[in-house]
């Protein structure tokens, strides 16, 4: 019986693409407080998923939901302000 791995030539050739460039992981970086604002969003949602609100919660989820529109906000500044002169917006 032949085993075939993932990571054998005649399957999948590995090569030294398989890594991120530095552009794509800046790309990553970037957009790393989007993400943690969002993934705190989504637990203050999960807390509520079995019961109602409290004050607490409610506070906790407008806290949350004003983080993810400001990180947004900030990561498109971030992008129009990396435009070129003469480029469209």
């Known amino acids: ?3 075939i791995a993932a990571l054998q ?3 999948t050739p590995w090569s030294d693409g398989l890594e991120p460039s ?3 992981l800046n790309e990553i970086e970037a957009e790393m407080p989007v993400v943690l604002a ?3 969003l989504l637990d ?3 807390v509520l998923l079995d ?3 409290s004050e607490f919660d409610a506070r906790r989820l407008r806290r ?3 983080r993810v529109l400001t990180a947004r906000r900030d990561a498109a500044n971030r992008g129009a302000g990396t435009q070129a002169s003469g480029d469209a917006a």
């Open 1 to 3: 019986m032949n085993h």
């Open 9 to 11: 030539d005649v399957v």
């Open 38 to 40: 969002e993934v705190e």
């Open 64 to 66: 949350a939901h004003n």
């Open 44 to 46: 203050a949602l999960i």
């Open 22 to 24: 530095d552009s794509e």
């Open 51 to 53: 019961r109602l609100a």
